[in-house]
Nanobody
Framework: QVQVVESGGGLVQVGDSLGLTCTVP????????MAWFRQFPGKEREFVAA????????KYAASVRGRFIISRDNSNNTLSLQMNWLKPEDTAVYYC????????????????????WGQGTQVTVSS
């Protein structure tokens, strides 16, 4: 298991922006696809965004496309999710996940392919 640590959640208002950060210590980050998922209360975890190991491919859920931006800094082992124009329906626990030592041409949204997960960070959007 690889350690994955999220940060940056919080309480914001509708229309606000918020950034999430995920760090993965060690040497695996730069050779691994990364993704964000989220889970609503009482619901299954769902895909939000993913990025391949060298940032050449990104994928977004339809519900966040055009509002959220996923990026990574391999020199600092950091994954980011910039969330803009937040809506109440974005309220969820957000999870960072790594597909360790796997760099795909076309990044996957399938959560069972990601083998290590963070503890989650709560994002609450108030109306």
């Amino acid at each position: 298991q690889v350690q994955v640590v999220e940060s940056g959640g919080g309480l914001v208002q509708v229309g606000d922006s918020l950034g999430l950060t995920c760090t993965v210590p060690g040497r695996t980050f730069g050779s691994s696809d990364m993704a964000w998922f989220r889970q609503f209360p009482g619901k299954e975890r769902e895909f939000v965004a993913a990025i391949n190991c060298i940032s050449r491919d990104r994928k977004y859920a339809a519900s966040v496309r055009g509002r959220f931006i996923i990026s990574r800094d391999n020199s600092n082992n950091t994954l980011s999710l910039q969330m803009n124009w937040l809506k109440p329906e974005d309220t969820a626990v957000y999870y960072c996940a790594i597909r360790t030592d796997y760099c795909s041409d076309f990044v996957s949204s399938l959560q069972n392919l990601y083998n290590s997960w963070g503890q989650g960070t709560q994002v609450t959007v108030s109306s």
